[in-house]
């Protein structure tokens, strides 16, 4: 941890840049995939059961989304009355209920992923791998720092960025015509 003064303009001028790189960017994708007939929040949740793989129990699923529990029900409940996500009750505690892809939950989402993958690479492919590379760099350090403000487990929020690192191969299965 650093100890040095920041400029109070050059933190709030990163804060503005950041706030505005986050809409803007949370804009576009959103404008792509609704295109397709689901809002980004919507595809969030895909791209989270997707790439974990597996259910998930709803605090999780809110926990890798970086929302509240409430939010995340809503969203639940718009991808189940569409068809893409089944609520399920877990083997042991009956409390717990863990959300996971339907059929066309995994079809909805080899649709999208292909666009909103283009979309990634259309917003920073202004960026050199090695550009790329520090700018993740500098967002973990500030999601760290933000999350140890907030008196909150870190791990989590690692898990979800190793969990959803999505390969070459998965775009190449979802842009596959054919079934599973």
């Not at 804060?15 to 929040?41: C, E, F, M, N, P």
């Not at 700018?135 to 973990?140: E, G, I, N, P, R």
Request: proline fraction near 4%; charged fraction near 25%; charge should be neutral.
């Amino acid at each position: 941890m650093k100890n040095e003064e920041l400029s109070g303009a050059d933190l709030f001028s990163t804060w503005t840049l950041l706030h505005q790189s986050y809409l803007l960017t949370y804009k576009y994708l959103d404008q792509i995939v609704s295109r397709l007939g689901i809002s980004q929040a919507q595809a969030s949740v895909l791209l989270v059961l997707k790439g974990t793989g597996h259910p998930l129990p709803l605090s999780k699923l809110a926990r890798y989304l970086v929302q509240e529990a409430q939010s995340v029900t809503s969203l639940v409940d718009r991808l189940e009355q569409r068809g893409l996500v089944r609520r399920v009750p877990d083997q042991r505690d009956r409390r717990v209920i863990h959300v996971e892809l339907t059929e066309h939950g995994h079809e909805t989402f080899d649709q999208i992923f292909p666009a909103a993958w283009k979309a990634c690479n259309d917003v920073f492919g202004d960026l050199s791998s090695k550009e790329l590379a520090q700018f993740a760099s500098v967002a973990t350090k500030v999601r760290n720092r933000a999350a140890q403000l907030l008196s909150l487990d870190q791990a989590p929020f690692e898990r979800a960025t190793e969990t959803l690192r999505f390969s070459p191969e998965v775009f190449e299965q979802a842009a596959a015509p054919a079934g599973r």
